[in-house]
């Protein structure tokens, strides 16, 4: 709602074509997103976070080309790997749940490609978040009766549009913009950073103090990204 409101599509971001394509990108961005919750619902979360990695890092394994791609690809997944301090669980749900995300994570970041660098991202990043959402509000009657009155709650529709800003509009708009700018097997190691960031964040704010592994892993996920931004991806098509 907010980036409909924002964007206003144009008629134009409604032909077929566009649409399906948009379509694609907002069901695989919000299926990725619920399937990631319901993983964290069964798994610890650097559990969750280190199978969901998987996606990105394929994508990136995918688009590589040279040995300096295989090497930055194999740095950010080993960086992953110990930030995320992986701790394996009996949840075999958790992991399918997980695993799931990391496909869809893989899809978004290709479809994000297409919607990027075709017509106007933005509008028709609008137009897939719309669709999805209401394709998927019949998951609202799953919580029956008490997941409906919920809605009623001034305090829960305001925590929810906040959830909706800060994970959803404002960063997938950030990645529409870098989307258009660099090839998708950059982005996707780049996308190694966000395990790297939150450690940081949690030294800064949280005065959480990295252990020796998580500093290796900082160190690899950022030498990673040092490695594969040397080289560009092909140019991106006008669109």
């Known amino acids: 709602m907010v980036l409909i409101a924002w964007r206003r599509p144009p008629l134009a971001a409604w032909n077929w074509c566009r649409l399906a ?4 990108f907002g069901m695989a961005t919000a299926c990725m997103n619920i399937a990631f919750y319901e993983a964290i619902a069964r798994l610890p979360l650097g559990t969750a976070v280190a199978i969901e990695f998987c996606g990105p890092v394929a994508v990136a394994a995918v688009a590589s080309r040279r040995p300096r791609d295989v090497a930055a690809v194999a740095l950010a997944a080993f960086g992953v790997l110990l930030i995320a301090d992986v701790r394996w669980s009996d949840s075999y749900t958790g992991v399918v749940w997980a695993l799931v995300a990391a496909a869809l994570w893989a899809a978004y970041i290709v479809l994000g490609k297409k919607v990027a660098t075709a017509g106007n991202g933005l509008d028709d990043m609008a137009v897939g978040f719309g669709v ?3 394709v998927l509000s019949p998951l609202l009657l799953i ?4 997941g409906l009155a919920a809605l009623a709650d001034p305090q829960v529709l305001l925590i929810a549009l906040g959830v909706g800003l800060l994970s959803s509009v404002v960063p997938y708009v950030l990645d529409q913009i870098v989307l258009r700018r660099v090839g998708q097997a950059r982005f996707a190691v780049l996308l190694a950073l966000l ?3 939150a450690t940081v964040v949690g030294l800064a704010v949280l005065a959480q103090i990295p252990t020796v592994a998580e500093a290796v892993g900082i160190a ?3 030498l990673a990204v040092m490695l594969r931004s040397k080289d560009g991806d092909a140019p991106a098509p006008v669109g």
């Not at 394509?21 to 694609?24: N, Y």
């Not at 919580?143 to 008490?146: E, F, L, N």
């Open 195 to 197: 395990p790297a960031t």
């Open 132 to 134: 999805a959402a209401v």
């Open 143 to 146: 919580g029956g009766v008490d």
């Open 220 to 222: 690899a996920v950022v």
């Open 21 to 24: 394509r948009a379509t694609a």
